[in-house]
């Protein structure tokens, strides 16, 4: 059957049309499971990985330690003080000081580092290569003087000082799961506070 050349036009542009409207559709799709997995995946506030999906990535490195026998460290910063930042200059303040502490821990990481926001006030990193106590406590003790230090906040007249404890637990000393090591972690970074030690 032959149709009409008019007829055939406008049958070919509503094929087109529909090619086109099933595009967008995908596309739309395609952006807006990015931003579930974004959304499910990252911190808001810092950008950084949130807790679910460090431990995702964790779990990876802890495997890879397995199966070739290296270790390495984790390390739990704490912001001190934060509280009062909050109470005295208000949330955007303190959202403020995350966001610059993030930020200042992700450009003094590595690139096969893994940094992420553990909740509230505290930070975690795992660190592949670093096998023994003494390796891990020198590289928290210079990523604490590069996170912490004076701080401009918008609002905020004189500048802040950013002070943060910091605990540090090798694999597999100390835990050959997640769980363990952070709560080594954190009995690390008390222990710290307990002793004044902070930067």
């Not at 049958?11 to 529909?18: D, I, R, V």
């Not at 506030?45 to 999906?53: A, C, I």
């Not at 509280?83 to 610059?100: F, I, P, S």
């Not at 990193?125 to 003494?134: A, F, Q």
Request: glycine share 8%.
């Amino acid at each position: 059957i032959t149709l009409p050349a008019e007829e055939m036009r406008f049958y070919m542009l509503t094929f087109a049309l529909a090619i086109v409207l099933l595009m967008l559709a995908g596309a739309t799709l395609l952006v807006e499971h990015r931003s579930l997995v974004e959304r499910a995946s990252f911190d808001p506030l810092t950008k950084l990985p949130n807790r679910s999906e460090f431990a995702r990535c964790a779990a990876e490195v802890i495997i890879t330690a397995e199966r070739q026998g290296n270790g390495f460290c984790l390390l739990l910063f704490d912001l001190n003080g934060f509280k009062q930042v909050n109470d005295t200059y208000g949330h955007a303040a303190g959202d403020e000081m995350l966001k610059v502490v993030g930020n200042r821990l992700r450009k003094a990481v590595r690139d096969d580092d893994i940094v992420a926001r553990w909740g509230g006030d505290e930070f975690v990193v795992v660190m592949p290569g670093i096998v023994d106590d003494e390796m891990g406590a020198r590289r928290a003790e210079q990523l604490a003087e590069q996170v912490s230090g004076r701080t401009r906040l918008d609002g905020v007249n004189d500048a802040l000082r950013v002070k943060v404890s910091v605990g540090v637990a090798v694999w597999p000393r100390h835990g050959i799961e997640l769980e363990q090591l952070v709560e080594a972690a954190d009995q690390a970074m008390y222990q710290a506070k307990r002793e004044g030690v902070t930067y």
